[in-house]
């Protein structure tokens, strides 16, 4: 059972990967990217990660994602037109980008070669409780400087915004 | 066949999110592609946290994909005014013709 929804879900999300990647419509790109992130948060609640799963779902393909899609619609740049290449991203990018998955393959099986088996419920230290308690105990400090860090970026984003409105 | 998935197909799955999303990042000419590209390289990271958390029956890689999303959001905010700061002064969102700092 955790099998067939890995292999579905990991499936969707390559495919919709590649999809990002090929399509020539920013829009449709976005779209790829909303189901990747949808069958990563599947992923994620097999992994025990209850919290991050749903964050996942609410922060990335709800807020972020809706963000993208707004600044797409809203400067309406048509699709991407077929520009001339360089002739070393043309030649060499493909090789290079295979040699990097297989180098990673390659470390993987080194690393892991008697795997741990994942099925779900094995791990259930992620609920929102676990999480939360983590978060505001042994990280304090790095949560609240994230606070910091999304206070300068929404000072930045009104000001880059103001700019264009002037 | 028991039906329990590896763990390392977790990881090759993270290799190749990762992978498509530097492709993204090289091949294509639209900022807004490339940034969209830059987030899949994100969340393939997120993925391998999430598996090593599993593994180590640890909390705290949860905690870094959290901070990873925060990041990314903020990322998401200021980058996209900067597009549309770029596109108001510009009238362009090709990355080949926005090579005004090379000279």
């Not at chain 1, 025990?48 to 797409?72: D, R, W």
């Not at chain 2, 066949?1 to 990881?11: A, K, Q």
Request: proline share 2%.
């Amino acid at each position: 059972m955790d099998l067939i929804v890995f292999l579905v879900f990991a499936g969707v999300a390559v495919v919709a990967a590649i999809n990002v990647v090929v399509q020539r419509h920013p829009i449709s790109s976005a779209v790829s990217l909303i189901a990747v992130m949808g069958s990563l948060a599947v992923l994620y609640l097999l992994l025990g990660a209850e919290f991050i799963a749903a964050a996942q779902v609410i922060v990335y393909a709800g807020a972020v994602m809706v963000l993208f899609v707004f600044v797409i619609m809203l400067l309406n740049a048509g699709g991407e037109t077929k520009a001339g290449r360089s002739f070393v991203a043309s030649r060499l990018g493909v090789p290079v980008l295979v040699a990097l998955l297989a180098l990673l393959a390659f470390f993987t099986a080194c690393i892991y070669p008697h795997d741990t088996q994942v099925h779900f419920g094995g791990f259930r230290g992620g609920t929102a409780e676990a999480v939360g308690r983590a978060l505001f105990t042994t990280y304090l400090l790095p949560f609240e400087i994230t606070s910091i860090l999304i206070l300068i970026a929404i000072v930045g984003a009104i000001v880059l915004a103001r700019k264009e409105l002037e | 066949m028991t039906g329990h998935v590896p763990l390392s197909w977790f990881l090759m799955l993270s290799a190749v999110l990762f992978s498509l999303g530097v492709a993204g990042f090289i091949f294509r000419r639209n900022i807004i592609t490339m940034f969209m590209s830059i987030e899949l390289i994100l969340n393939a990271v997120n993925l391998t946290f999430i598996t090593f958390a599993y593994q180590r029956q640890q909390v705290a890689g949860h905690l870094f994909a959290f901070f990873v999303m925060v990041v990314a959001a903020a990322e998401a905010a200021v980058g996209l005014a900067i597009i549309l700061t770029v596109f108001k002064n510009r009238g362009t969102l090709n990355i080949d013709d926005l090579d005004s700092m090379k000279n």
